[in-house]
Protein backbone atom coordinates (compact mmCIF):
# COMPACT_ATOMS: atom_id res chain seq x y z
CA UNK A 1 0.00 0.00 0.00
CA UNK A 2 2.98 2.18 0.63
CA UNK A 3 3.72 2.13 -3.10
CA UNK A 4 0.33 3.42 -3.81
CA UNK A 5 0.45 6.06 -1.36
CA UNK A 6 3.54 7.30 -3.14
CA UNK A 7 1.95 6.81 -6.39
CA UNK A 8 -1.05 8.81 -5.82
CA UNK A 9 0.97 11.92 -3.70
CA UNK A 10 3.67 12.14 -6.60
CA UNK A 11 1.03 12.18 -9.21
CA UNK A 12 -1.66 14.16 -8.40
CA UNK A 13 1.42 16.89 -6.80
CA UNK A 14 2.86 16.37 -10.64
CA UNK A 15 -0.46 17.18 -12.45
CA UNK A 16 -1.04 19.89 -10.34
CA UNK A 17 3.01 21.28 -11.27
CA UNK A 18 2.22 20.91 -14.89
CA UNK A 19 -0.94 22.69 -15.28
CA UNK A 20 0.22 25.68 -13.55
CA UNK A 21 3.06 25.41 -15.90
CA UNK A 22 0.85 25.43 -18.73
CA UNK A 23 -0.58 28.61 -17.31
CA UNK A 24 2.25 30.42 -17.45
CA UNK A 25 3.39 29.00 -20.46
CA UNK A 26 -0.10 29.55 -22.28
CA UNK A 27 0.20 33.49 -20.63
CA UNK A 28 3.70 33.89 -22.34
CA UNK A 29 1.81 32.90 -25.84
CA UNK A 30 -1.29 34.79 -25.23
CA UNK A 31 0.14 38.31 -23.93
CA UNK A 32 2.78 37.92 -26.60
CA UNK A 33 0.07 38.10 -29.54
CA UNK A 34 -2.74 40.28 -27.64
CA UNK A 35 0.26 42.67 -27.33
CA UNK A 36 0.57 42.96 -31.38
CA UNK A 37 -2.81 43.23 -32.06
CA UNK A 38 -3.96 45.72 -29.52
CA UNK A 39 -1.03 47.91 -31.13
CA UNK A 40 -2.36 47.19 -34.09
CA UNK A 41 -5.80 48.39 -33.14
CA UNK A 42 -4.48 51.21 -31.59
CA UNK A 43 -2.54 51.93 -34.97
CA UNK A 44 -5.90 51.36 -36.99
CA UNK A 45 -8.24 54.04 -34.04
CA UNK A 46 -5.75 56.60 -34.49
CA UNK A 47 -5.82 57.04 -37.95
CA UNK A 48 -9.91 56.93 -37.70
CA UNK A 49 -10.01 59.00 -35.02
CA UNK A 50 -7.13 62.03 -37.00
CA UNK A 51 -9.80 61.16 -40.12
CA UNK A 52 -12.94 61.55 -38.43
CA UNK A 53 -11.77 64.93 -36.52
CA UNK A 54 -10.06 66.61 -39.62
CA UNK A 55 -13.42 66.13 -41.51
CA UNK A 56 -15.40 67.22 -38.91
CA UNK A 57 -13.47 70.41 -38.44
CA UNK A 58 -13.74 70.63 -42.51
CA UNK A 59 -17.28 70.22 -42.75
CA UNK A 60 -19.33 73.09 -43.72
CA UNK A 61 -22.42 71.79 -41.90
CA UNK A 62 -21.39 74.19 -38.88
CA UNK A 63 -20.11 70.60 -37.04
CA UNK A 64 -18.27 71.64 -34.09
CA UNK A 65 -13.97 71.31 -34.45
CA UNK A 66 -12.79 69.31 -31.81
CA UNK A 67 -9.34 68.23 -30.45
CA UNK A 68 -10.12 64.84 -30.70
CA UNK A 69 -10.29 63.52 -26.74
CA UNK A 70 -13.86 62.46 -26.56
CA UNK A 71 -13.25 60.28 -29.78
CA UNK A 72 -10.48 58.27 -27.59
CA UNK A 73 -13.12 57.34 -25.21
CA UNK A 74 -15.21 55.57 -27.68
CA UNK A 75 -15.18 52.26 -28.06
CA UNK A 76 -14.51 50.86 -31.69
CA UNK A 77 -17.76 50.16 -33.14
CA UNK A 78 -18.73 53.90 -32.19
CA UNK A 79 -16.03 55.26 -34.16
CA UNK A 80 -16.97 52.88 -37.35
CA UNK A 81 -20.65 54.40 -37.18
CA UNK A 82 -19.09 57.97 -36.56
CA UNK A 83 -16.84 56.84 -39.75
CA UNK A 84 -19.72 55.60 -41.93
CA UNK A 85 -21.62 58.89 -40.98
CA UNK A 86 -18.88 60.87 -42.34
CA UNK A 87 -17.37 58.89 -45.36
CA UNK A 88 -21.74 58.78 -46.76
CA UNK A 89 -21.34 62.75 -46.74
CA UNK A 90 -18.22 62.79 -47.87
CA UNK A 91 -16.52 61.75 -51.51
CA UNK A 92 -13.19 61.88 -50.48
CA UNK A 93 -11.66 59.74 -47.93
CA UNK A 94 -8.51 61.39 -47.29
CA UNK A 95 -7.82 63.94 -45.03
CA UNK A 96 -3.97 65.51 -44.72
CA UNK A 97 -2.12 62.75 -46.79
CA UNK A 98 -4.17 60.23 -43.74
CA UNK A 99 -5.91 57.92 -45.92
CA UNK A 100 -8.77 55.61 -44.42
CA UNK A 101 -11.08 53.55 -46.49
CA UNK A 102 -13.49 51.04 -45.70
CA UNK A 103 -10.69 48.38 -45.88
CA UNK A 104 -9.22 50.14 -42.82
CA UNK A 105 -12.31 49.63 -41.22
CA UNK A 106 -12.94 46.23 -42.03
CA UNK A 107 -9.27 45.45 -40.86
CA UNK A 108 -9.83 47.33 -37.57
CA UNK A 109 -13.24 44.91 -37.14
CA UNK A 110 -10.95 41.93 -38.04
CA UNK A 111 -8.44 42.67 -35.08
CA UNK A 112 -11.43 43.80 -32.46
CA UNK A 113 -13.14 40.45 -32.93
CA UNK A 114 -9.65 38.63 -33.35
CA UNK A 115 -9.07 40.17 -29.97
CA UNK A 116 -12.10 39.11 -28.38
CA UNK A 117 -11.58 35.76 -29.53
CA UNK A 118 -8.25 34.92 -28.14
CA UNK A 119 -9.59 36.43 -25.04
CA UNK A 120 -12.41 33.83 -24.97
CA UNK A 121 -9.70 31.12 -25.84
CA UNK A 122 -7.62 32.25 -23.01
CA UNK A 123 -10.32 33.03 -20.08
CA UNK A 124 -11.49 29.15 -21.17
CA UNK A 125 -8.11 27.50 -21.11
CA UNK A 126 -7.29 29.15 -18.07
CA UNK A 127 -10.49 27.99 -16.17
CA UNK A 128 -9.75 24.24 -17.53
CA UNK A 129 -6.47 24.59 -16.15
CA UNK A 130 -7.47 25.71 -12.32
CA UNK A 131 -10.48 23.44 -12.41
CA UNK A 132 -7.60 20.55 -12.85
CA UNK A 133 -5.18 22.04 -10.38
CA UNK A 134 -8.35 22.17 -8.06
CA UNK A 135 -9.03 18.46 -8.63
CA UNK A 136 -5.85 17.58 -7.58
CA UNK A 137 -5.96 19.30 -4.46
CA UNK A 138 -9.10 17.72 -3.52
CA UNK A 139 -8.37 14.48 -3.99
CA UNK A 140 -4.53 14.87 -1.86
CA UNK A 141 -6.78 16.34 0.79
CA UNK A 142 -9.39 13.80 0.38
CA UNK A 143 -6.64 11.21 0.20
CA UNK A 144 -8.06 8.67 3.16
CA UNK A 145 -11.72 9.16 1.85
CA UNK A 146 -10.45 7.62 -1.62
CA UNK A 147 -8.24 5.18 -0.45
CA UNK A 148 -11.08 3.10 1.12
CA UNK A 149 -12.55 3.01 -2.37
CA UNK A 150 -10.85 2.61 -5.98
CA UNK A 151 -8.00 5.21 -5.53
CA UNK A 152 -6.46 4.76 -9.24
CA UNK A 153 -10.31 5.69 -10.92
CA UNK A 154 -10.05 8.96 -8.67
CA UNK A 155 -6.54 9.20 -9.99
CA UNK A 156 -7.45 8.46 -13.91
CA UNK A 157 -10.41 11.14 -13.35
CA UNK A 158 -8.02 13.77 -12.51
CA UNK A 159 -5.09 12.65 -15.01
CA UNK A 160 -8.04 12.44 -17.90
CA UNK A 161 -9.17 15.99 -16.90
CA UNK A 162 -5.65 17.26 -16.88
CA UNK A 163 -4.86 16.00 -20.31
CA UNK A 164 -8.39 17.37 -21.91
CA UNK A 165 -7.37 20.64 -20.29
CA UNK A 166 -4.17 20.56 -21.57
CA UNK A 167 -5.40 19.57 -25.01
CA UNK A 168 -7.20 22.42 -24.94
CA UNK A 169 -4.68 25.00 -24.33
CA UNK A 170 -2.37 23.08 -26.82
CA UNK A 171 -5.18 24.01 -29.33
CA UNK A 172 -6.07 27.49 -28.41
CA UNK A 173 -1.92 28.16 -28.48
CA UNK A 174 -2.16 26.68 -32.05
CA UNK A 175 -5.26 29.14 -32.62
CA UNK A 176 -3.74 32.45 -31.38
CA UNK A 177 -0.39 32.34 -33.06
CA UNK A 178 -2.29 31.79 -36.22
CA UNK A 179 -4.59 34.77 -35.91
CA UNK A 180 -3.47 37.76 -38.10
Known sequence: MDILNNTWFYSLSALAQVMATEIALFGVFAIFKLDKITKDIDDFRGRLIRFIVTARRNMPSGSTGTDGQDYYLKNTDELIEEFKSISNAQMSMSVNGDSVDKRTVEVLKKYNINKKLILNKTKISLILSVVAITISFVFLLLSEQIFKCNPI?????????????????VYAIFYIMNQN
Open 153 to 169: LWLSFAVTFSLFALSYT
